[in-house]
Structure formats: C-alpha cells, structure tokens
C-alpha cells in the first residue's frame, strides 16, 4: 500500500477559491472604465477594475483574519 501525500490533493475549498479569484479577474477586465469614489471627507477617481480588486482584497483579508481567530 501506498501513502498518499494530502498536500497533493485539491480540495473542494481550493476550486471554490480559484473559482471565485477567475469570477473576480473576469469581473476586473470587463470592467475598466472609469468611477468616482467617495469617502467621508473625500472623493476622487479611480478605474473600477482598482474598485473591485481592492473590495475583493479588503474581503479576502477579513475573512482570513476572522479564520484565524475562530481556529485559535
């Protein structure tokens, strides 16, 4: 018998996640005009691909910290 290495193996979560990292790209390039972004006490702007990058970044990074934190 043979050991299997885990790493090796792609998982469901993996194809969820380049999944949604293709969706987000597809979204980025269709999307290259631009947008006006308004903060509270500022406005400027900036292209929508930037905007939707940077959402999904900011999301990205909140749910991996709130990951972390459960996991502890």
Known sequence: MANESSGSRIGAKQ???GILIL???IL???NSGRVE???VFH???MRLFLVIVGSALIGF???WF???NRNN
């Open 61 to 63: 990074l909140i749910g």
């Open 28 to 30: 980025a390039i269709a």
């Open 23 to 25: 969706v987000v790209v």
């Open 43 to 45: 406005s400027f702007e």
């Open 15 to 17: 194809v969820i996640i």
């Open 66 to 68: 709130m990951g972390r």
């Open 37 to 39: 972004v308004d903060f």
